[in-house]
């Protein structure tokens, strides 16, 4: 266990990759509101689309990090692994323009990275265990 939180420890990456996949989901919830108000809505969300999928795959980065060479669970890597799934579900609903499912699938999003940051930052979080 002692090597499972020091590979969490020597990789503070991995928070700091789901909080920014977190903050850049609020921010589509923003742009998305934008759009109905702002001619530039449109360009801020599809901007911040490829922002997301790029945090999204940043967290699949860390999460390999952490379980490779840092001697961490792959539990971090599937999570990981399966929000990027959903976030190209949720490129590929935005492009068809399908908001009955795009917009209910990004409020599960944010919500399930929410939680992934709160128990990371939770005290005593065995978050790569």
Request: glycine share 10%; net charge positive.
């Given at each position: ?22 903050l850049t989901l609020f921010l589509q ?95 005593g979080a065995r978050t790569a265990d």
């Open positions: 266990m002692t090597t499972v939180r020091t590979a969490e420890r020597r990789f503070p990456f991995l928070r700091v990759a789901i909080a920014t996949q977190t919830a923003v742009s998305a509101g934008l759009l109905l108000v702002s001619p530039y809505g449109a360009v801020m969300h599809d901007i911040g689309s490829r922002v997301m999928y790029g945090a999204a795959m940043l967290y699949v980065l860390a999460a390999a990090l952490v379980w490779k060479p840092g001697g961490g669970s792959p539990r971090h890597l599937w999570y990981a692994s399966g929000f990027l799934a959903l976030a190209s579900v949720q490129v590929v609903l935005g492009i068809l323009h399908v908001p009955a499912a795009h917009v209910p699938l990004g409020v599960l999003m944010f919500g399930l990275s929410l939680l992934a940051l709160a128990l990371s930052l939770k005290p």
